[in-house]
């Protein structure tokens, strides 16, 4: 069976620090991969999905940035947080369909940063 | 773009009692429809979802009927329990990517 490994949990850091937060499927292959951000009070907002190793696609510009070293791995960081940055971080997977993405989302669970 | 707009919250409903979110969307073509639950504590999870118009998605004692005609995807329970208080989250799927609505607090109160 499929799952989604996401990590740390929590995360408190300063302002200006570097940020690495790494998600990892395990049992499928070529999956559609994105990470999105859940800041207090708002909803759900796409930062990046790749469909293949390197292929990094950015929805929203930001502090952040993306990568997908292995075909099964998806990072996302940053050189120097803000405090803006602070929020609720999901990363996702789907079953690659081609063109179009009508299977749904696994969800990991989740990192809680905040900047301070 | 694409987008979704659904009912802001926070809902707050007795045990028992009648649930709606409604739910409206903004596409090209003709988008699959989700809606996601994300319970206290937990990452989201789909509760259902809709492939097609007049499709009805079911789940939980949840439905949601893909409207073309209003573009609208809203979310009914008949009989909501405590445990159903969560955040749902209505959800489009158009090329290789979600858009979510801002979600909809529901807290049951026995």
């Known amino acids: 069976s499929q799952t989604i490994h996401q990590w740390p949990a929590t995360l408190v850091q300063p302002v200006g620090s570097p940020l690495s937060l790494e998600c990892t499927v395990e049992?499928?292959?070529?999956?559609?991969l994105y990470w999105y951000r859940q800041a207090a009070g708002r909803g759900l907002q796409l930062l990046f999905y790749?469909?293949?190793?390197?292929?990094i696609s950015s929805e929203v510009p930001q502090n952040l940035s993306a990568s997908r070293p292995q075909d099964r791995q998806f990072i996302l960081s940053s050189k120097k947080l803000l405090l803006s940055d602070s929020g609720f971080y999901l990363c996702?997977?789907?079953?690659?369909?081609?063109?179009?993405?009508?299977?749904?989302?696994?969800f990991g669970s989740g990192t809680q940063l905040s900047v301070l | 773009g694409n987008s979704v707009t659904q009912m802001e919250g926070p809902v707050t409903l007795s045990e028992e009692a009648f649930l709606t979110i409604n739910c409206t969307y903004t596409?090209?073509?003709?988008?699959?429809l989700f809606w996601y639950v994300q319970y206290p504590g937990e990452g989201l999870q789909l509760l259902l979802k809709?492939?097609?118009?007049?499709d009805k998605g079911s789940n939980k004692g949840f439905e949601a009927t893909y409207r073309k005609e209003t573009t609208s995807f809203h979310l009914e329970k008949g009989s909501v329990q405590v445990s159903d208080s969560a955040v749902y989250f209505c959800?489009?799927?158009?090329?290789?990517?979600?858009?979510f609505g801002g979600g909809t607090r529901v807290l049951v109160k026995p």
């Open positions: 996702a997977w789907s079953v690659s369909s081609g063109v179009t993405t009508n299977e749904k989302l696994f």
């Open positions: 049992g499928t292959s070529n999956p559609n």
């Open positions: 790749s469909v293949g190793i390197g292929q």
């Open positions: 596409a090209t073509g003709y988008p699959s």
């Open positions: 809709a492939t097609k118009a007049d």
């Open positions: 959800a489009l799927a158009a090329g290789n990517k979600l858009t």
